[in-house]
């Protein structure tokens, strides 16, 4: 059996527990549990049931349109998809990255990644504060009908009123930048389709200093939850497993809008670096498993059951070799010192990582800011065109990129033919890659708090609060924010009804 | 005798779901910024992204986002129906279909092939996932009102935060809610 309490021995014997949907995730996602008659977890698994085929959908379009279209993949990351599709069809249309003969104008370059670094911000933002908080701010066993923004806006108004605005910031960015703050059109293949109005400039430069603060604030309100109870912090959901992310060329510094593929062993040593996002397909391959729509990735030359990783803020922050700007670093080390030179994989550390990435992409806004780049400049590159009509060679061409979205790592890649339109599409997106350690986080806290006790309410709980700790964002994936109804069945092998739990419209629980 | 204080008055309850949607009109209507706090003066969220309310109660408001691609999506839309005074179609993907529509001309075992079993970089003897824990998938994607009566739609991808705004207000006043010129859009 590859994977532990992947697949029971003889299910058939087994009561089965459904968490279904999974809620105050973005995603549509259900969780089984299978106990023995002693109440022992022999088969967790996290199931996604949502299949919408995008990367099949979008063969046969031109590839013009193909960064509009794939925004629509996540209203929550749109951004990450826009700029990933436009930065894998630039080779379509000649353009190549860094360095190269045709390189993408200065102008352009700032431009996407003012627009990236604005995505990561607005995401973060809402992860923590909208979405993850509540548990941690008034714990896993609090009343339901409190654990939501709205109680948090009640119990601490200016923890929710800074979150609000720190959310709202990184959605200004991207309308600046963008056009429109949900599936705008500012990156194009080959550039970007405007530069930063000077209103814009000013106000965004106006707020940073404030939002710079506040981002301080978010990661000492994470350190102090996580001070509050270390055993917990450090241990619910802990997963040891080896970490893959982009680092920036060269230094491995942390870097979310381009650079190489780094991975590391789970002990923290060094596994591969500088690999290209060109060679993904080298690097990765994915299983499909019959219980779910999401692929399972993991690194090719060690297999299913050794090659899997996480990918996303946990991953990144204790990835890269430093952050590049001075306070997030300075809330790196803090970070470090906390784990006591260890690596940390407890699922809620991710929380403290990603406020520290919060962090990291406010700085690096407000230096972006101060480029002159961003408002004056060409706005794309003319480069002779690879193939295609009028173009040089027969055939198709091909284009590959990666972006480290706010979840982790999303690769995209694309086929055009001569016609224009796009012959092929494979898409990683980053919840899939981070799919097998979600399985093994929902394991870990089902075997933990599960085996031999009764089903209540802060027990289901606790395995959303897992899930909810990678990623909100099964909605890349697929998708739906907000809770819905729990009804957890029990039944015996023949059918009976064993239990049942339901959690009712206003989150208590009955039998 | 005195007379007892008049009741304050009763707010109105609102939920809001994601069927088969990008979550992007979700994001829209969170984009009122800090009027959500003046927002939650006077409306009370049943089941929606900011509470943690499981199911959805009697509700006077219900925002529907995504079209409906699987089995699932259809007992959650018709659950919300029944529950709900006024239903709204929000964005084009609960209205038409929006983008997931586009497989529509596809078929969908095919498709399902496609994805699962010709992609580059699959492991060997790669089947399309057929669990029963898996909700069917629907030949077609369907826009909700070809399931359930609605009451307005509210158009865009996604509708703007200020049409969520200028929508919500006017209902609250009990006014037919009316999206002035540049509120009413389809990107
Ligand atoms: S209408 Fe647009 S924003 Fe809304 S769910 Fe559909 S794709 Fe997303």
Redesign the interface.
């Known amino acids: 059996m590859p994977f532990d309490l992947e697949t029971a021995a003889h299910p058939e014997r087994l009561r089965r527990v ?1 968490i279904d949907p999974v ?2 995730v ?1 995603g ?1 996602g ?1 969780v ?1 549990l299978l106990l023995d008659e002693a109440g022992r977890v022999q088969q967790a ?1 996290l ?1 996604i ?5 995008f ?3 979008i063969v046969g379009r031109p590839y013009w349109e193909v960064p509009v ?1 794939v ?6 990351c ?1 951004v990450s998809h826009h700029l990933a599709a436009s930065k894998a069809l630039d080779a379509v249309v000649g353009v190549t990255g860094r360095g190269g003969a045709h390189p993408l104008p200065a102008s352009a370059t700032a431009m996407r990644r003012l627009m990236h670094y604005g995505q990561v911000m607005q995401s973060h933002a ?1 992860h923590f504060f ?1 979405l993850a908080s ?1 548990d941690l701010l008034f714990g896993f066993d609090s009343e ?8 948090v ?1 009640e119990a601490h108004p200016e923890i ?2 800074q979150g ?2 720190l ?2 910031y990184g ?1 200004e960015v991207i309308r600046a930048t963008a056009g ?4 705008g059109t500012g990156s194009v293949p080959g550039g970007v389709n405007r530069l930063l109005s000077d209103d814009d400039h000013a106000l965004l430069k106006g707020q940073a200093a404030e939002r710079i603060a506040w981002a301080e604030g978010a990661v000492a309100l994470a350190a102090r939850l996580h001070e509050s109870e270390p055993a917990l912090y450090r241990h619910f959901g802990e997963v040891p497993a080896m970490m893959l992310s982009l680092v920036r060329p060269g230094d491995g510094a942390m870097e979310l809008y381009d650079g190489v593929l780094r991975v590391r062993h789970a002990d923290g040593s060094l596994l591969l670096d500088g690999h290209s996002d060109q060679r ?2 080298d690097l ?10 999401m ?1 399972f990735p993991y690194l090719r030359a060690l297999g ?1 059951e050794r090659g899997w990783y996480r990918v996303g803020p946990l991953a990144r922050v204790q990835n890269c070799s430093h952050i590049p700007t001075p306070r997030a670093e300075a809330a790196r080390q803090a970070f470090v010192a906390a784990a006591g030179g260890a690596v940390a994989h407890g699922a809620l550390s991710t929380h403290w990582a990603r406020m520290i990435e919060l962090l990291y992409a406010m700085e690096v806004i407000a230096e972006l800011l101060d480029e002159p780049a961003l408002r004056a400049g060409e706005l794309t590159a003319s480069a002779p065109r690879q193939g295609g009509p009028g173009g040089d060679s027969e055939g198709e061409r091909e284009g590959i990129a990666s972006i480290e979205a706010p979840c982790g790592t999303l690769i995209h ?1 694309y086929r055009v033919g001569r016609d224009e339109l796009v012959t ?1 599409c ?1 898409l990683i997106v980053s919840t899939t890659h981070n799919n097998q350690a979600m399985n093994e986080a929902v394991r870990a806290v089902a075997r933990h708090y599960f085996d031999g006790r009764a089903l209540t309410e802060g027990l289901l709980n606790r395995i959303e609060v897992a899930i909810r700790a990678y990623d909100p964002c099964l ?1 890349c994936a697929t ?8 009804d957890v069945q029990l039944s015996a092998a023949d059918g009976r009804p064993l239990d049942r739990l339901l ?5 208590r629980c009955t039998r | 005798m005195n007379a007892a204080p008049p009741p304050a008055p009763r707010k109105l309850r609102l939920a809001t779901v994601s069927l088969a949607g990008c979550f992007g009109c979700h994001m829209s209507f969170l984009d009122i910024d800090e009027r959500l706090f003046a927002l939650i003066e006077r409306v009370e969220f049943d089941r929606s992204p900011l509470t943690d309310l499981k199911a959805v109660g009697r509700c006077d408001i219900g925002l529907v986002e995504g079209g409906l691609c699987n089995a699932e999506n259809v007992q959650v839309l018709r659950e919300f129906r029944a529950h709900c005074k006024t239903l709204v179609a929000v964005g084009a993907c609960a209205i038409n279909g929006g983008l997931p529509a586009q497989r529509n001309h596809l078929r969908i075992d095919e498709l399902l092939r496609a994805v699962y079993q010709q992609r580059d970089g699959l492991a060997a003897g790669a089947q399309v996932p057929d669990d029963p824990e898996l909700p069917l998938p629907l030949n077609r994607v369907h826009p909700i009102h070809e399931v359930v009566h609605i009451d307005y739609s509210l158009p865009g991808c996604p509708p703007s935060a200020d049409a969520f705004w200028q929508f919500l207000t006017d209902l609250m006043a009990g006014r037919t809610p009316q999206l002035g010129h540049g509120l009413m859009h389809y990107d």
Not at chain 1, 144 to 151: A, D, E, S
Not at chain 1, 180 to 183: Q, T
Not at chain 1, 503 to 507: A, Y
């Open positions: 459904a809620s105050r973005e549509h259900k089984t698994r199931h049931v949502e299949f919408r085929g990367e099949q959908f279209m925004q629509r993949l996540c209203g929550i749109p809402l909208h509540p339901p009908q409190r654990r939501h923004i709205v109680g806006a929710a009123r609000v605005l959310r709202q959605q429109k703050r949900i599936h993904y397909l990765i391959e994915e299983e499909v498993r019959p219980w779910s729509y692929k299913p890649h092929h494979n909605s998708h739906a924010l907000g809770r819905m109804p729990l959690r009712d419209g206003d989150g």
